[in-house]
């Protein structure tokens, strides 16, 4: 069954670090999200990204943050300076269609820690 | 504004026991619904999913759950817990419509052990 996959599965940044958090979609797959997890708290919606640019983006995406789909494969969610409150679990997923009535897959996550 | 609230953050149960997880929304507009699983070191795996037509619903691993409209709930259960459904289970909402409220929102999550 197809996956999402991403890399690499534990990160250690020390404050004020830039860090690039990896994702490869399920190649048929046209929509790209971002969520995370701070521990003991909600999966939260970061960012969603179509046709190459940004669709949605919730409060928590602030400057500090970027998408990027550097070649026909991967998506890449970079934090420029990185801070204690950026610890958290990030997960990636893709879906066919737009809407999250048409499911998506997620992949296993990052789990970054911010020193 | 959608939210969702899962009661009880840990849930345990015996092998062969009822699993019941609880799942309350609110939502503005008739919600799309969502139970993900994910198991240890693994992705959110969809469990299942109500958008619209018949409100008990049925999914993988011989899960179900019940749209109930009048008590804005979405309990997942599962007649017979299986030592393999030790795992955190994730309710969720979205708006129809695939916008920015097409978005997942999710709740904090309900981690299901199983004695044997």
């Known amino acids: 069954e197809p996956e999402v996959t991403q890399t690499p599965s534990h990160q250690v940044t020390q404050m004020g670090q830039e860090v690039i958090l990896r994702c490869v979609p399920i190649?048929?797959?046209?929509?790209f999200y971002w969520y995370r997890q701070i521990l003991g708290q909600k999966v939260e919606f970061l960012v969603s990204f179509y046709n190459n640019e940004i669709s949605e983006k919730s409060e928590i995406f602030d400057d500090q943050f970027s998408v990027e789909r550097p070649d026909g494969s991967n998506f890449t969610l970079k934090i420029r300076s990185t801070k204690l409150e950026d610890s958290a679990m990030y997960f990636c997923a893709s879906s066919e269609m737009k809407g999250a009535s048409y499911g998506y897959t997620f992949g296993s996550g990052t789990r970054l820690t911010v020193v | 504004a959608q939210s969702v609230t899962q009661l009880g953050s840990h849930v345990s149960v015996s092998e062969g026991a009822l699993v019941l997880l609880r799942c309350n929304y609110s939502s503005s507009v008739p919600p799309y619904l969502f139970w993900y699983v994910q198991y240890p070191n693994q992705g959110l795996q969809l469990l299942l999913k109500?958008?619209?037509?018949?409100?008990l619903v049925k999914g993988i691993n011989g899960f179900e759950a019940e749209f109930k409209k009048s008590e804005t709930s979405f309990h997942l259960t599962k007649p017979s817990a299986h030592m393999s459904d030790a795992a955190e289970y994730f309710c969720?909402?979205?708006?129809?419509?695939?916008?920015?409220?097409?978005?997942?929102?999710f709740g904090k999550g309900t981690k299901l052990s199983v004695k044997p």
């Open positions: 109500y958008t619209t037509g018949a409100t």
């Open positions: 969720a909402v979205s708006a129809p419509g695939g916008g920015s409220q097409g978005n997942l929102i």
């Open positions: 190649s048929n797959h046209l929509y």
